[in-house]
């Protein structure tokens, strides 16, 4: 399982680093990268709901 | 066509002052054309509005987004394309990032605060007038490195509301602040400082800096864009948590989730209805046949609306998840003051709350939309 912010739909909305503070953070100009991958079960459903709340639909969760 | 779109006129005042039966008839129909504004094409669906922003080859905003037209000069970084875009707004991007903006939270506090200890000097007082209205231009201009007056918050109503009603009025209220800048320029470019005027000013782009018409297009646009919109999204969560007392106790016992009302109040109000493209070449968007150089409005307020996307999307609900609304559009012009704008409304809320729990409406207090909206005006007679 791998967590990825695609930088090319990335536009700095910042919901991830908001609702996901211990994953996600954002650089200077805005844009967001993962701190860690999640590691607990929680974090994993963390995760999921993230996905699920980017409004350009950069955040990925590979399942594999 | 639709017959829905065929009349439609997003600056009508019945439209403002009722939109979402209008919304859901243009939302069935789907993108429709308009016998208004030389034949303005309406995008009303969240799967269109978001396509449209997504797809910055084919719909440009450089030829103006708002119809009619603020003035005759671009909105800048917004009315631009790439290349040219992408370095307007990578100038711009760490200034309006959420570490500055976390760095000018104390500052938003402390003026937050400074305007209520004022305001209740001398009652009776309206949150609405006198605070909401006043808190982003305080803000922006501390930003900007000018000396706040309330006469810039009159200038931005008057050239955004009233450049249809009082075209002359709105068209001078547009030139003072240019004129305000105009001014203000030779020592700030004698004495550059740490403000946004000094960064357009000394910034290079396309490797020189920019002539000073060009600056002053970029000074206008960063004083207009957040005043009245964050204005508004304030005085309707304010309006919100008095008419809905459960909601504003909720608010005061757990103010960790006034950011999801925030979310909530930008997805429920839409400060901002509508801004527009130019089709770039004939193109087929949405099965509609669109010609170059055609105009076209993404219906924002209306797509946060969306069935499609919201689940009871009429109902005010700080627990819906998702909520990728479009109130500051998607895509590569996501508003560049969206942080900012978040953090001003959420202190906003959480300093009124401290202050003043449990308010209410005035007695006899009216809601009404004035003018082009989306100001929402709550008086007592």
């Known amino acids: ?64 | 066509m639709s017959e829905v779109h065929e009349d439609f006129d997003h600056n009508a005042s019945e439209f403002r002052a009722d939109p979402l039966p209008y919304y859901k008839q243009l939302r069935e129909a789907g993108t429709g054309q308009s016998k208004n504004y030389n034949g303005l094409w309406y995008v009303p669906t969240y799967a269109e509005v978001t396509a449209m922003a997504h797809n910055t080859d084919g719909f440009s905003p450089a030829q103006g987004t708002m119809f009619p037209p603020m003035n005759d000069r671009p909105m800048l970084p917004m009315e631009s394309d790439p290349p040219l875009h992408t370095e307007y707004r990578h100038m711009l991007m760490r200034e309006f990032a959420p570490k500055a903006v976390a760095e000018w939270a104390p500052t938003i506090r402390e003026t937050a605060r400074s305007l209520l200890e004022d305001m209740f000097k001398e009652p009776p007082f309206d949150l609405g007038l006198d605070y909401a209205k006043l808190l982003p231009t305080a803000v922006i201009c501390k930003m900007l490195g000018i000396t706040f007056d309330p006469v810039f918050q009159q200038w931005v109503e008057d050239s955004v509301y009233r450049r249809i009603s009082h075209p002359k009025e709105a068209r001078e209220a547009t030139d003072s602040v240019y004129s305000m800048f105009r001014e203000l320029l030779p020592d700030r470019r004698a004495n550059p400082g740490n403000d946004l005027v000094s960064l357009v000013l000394t910034s290079e782009i396309e490797g020189e800096v920019m002539d000073e018409e060009r600056v002053l297009d970029f000074c206008f646009f960063l004083l207009v864009a957040g005043l009245d919109n964050t204005n508004f999204t304030i005085r309707a969560l304010l309006h919100q948590m008095a008419i809905d007392q459960d909601l504003q106790k909720r608010l005061i016992e757990n103010p960790d989730d006034i950011p999801a009302a925030v979310e909530e109040s930008l997805r429920f109000f839409s400060p901002v209805i509508a801004l527009g493209r130019h089709a770039t070449q004939d193109v087929e968007f949405a099965g509609c046949p669109m010609r170059k150089g055609d105009a076209a409005v993404m219906l924002f307020g209306c797509a946060n609306r969306d069935p499609q996307e919201f689940e009871n999307p009429d109902e005010f609900d700080i627990d819906r998840f998702p909520n990728r609304h479009v109130a500051f559009g998607v895509g590569p012009h996501r508003c560049l003051g969206s942080n900012l704008a978040r953090v001003e409304i959420a202190i906003a809320i959480e300093e009124v709350l401290k202050i003043f729990p449990g308010f209410k409406l005035a007695e006899g207090a009216e809601t009404r939309y004035d003018d082009l909206g989306p100001l929402i005006v709550v008086a007592a007679e």
């Open chain 1, 1 to 64: 399982m791998k967590l990825k912010v695609d930088k090319k739909l990335c536009q700095g909305h910042n919901r991830c680093v908001v609702l996901a503070g211990d994953l996600f953070d954002a650089d200077d100009d805005g844009y967001a990268f993962i701190v860690r991958q999640p590691e607990t079960e929680e974090e994993i459903q963390l995760a999921r709901r993230i996905v699920r709340a980017c409004p350009e639909r950069a955040v990925i969760l590979s399942e594999d």
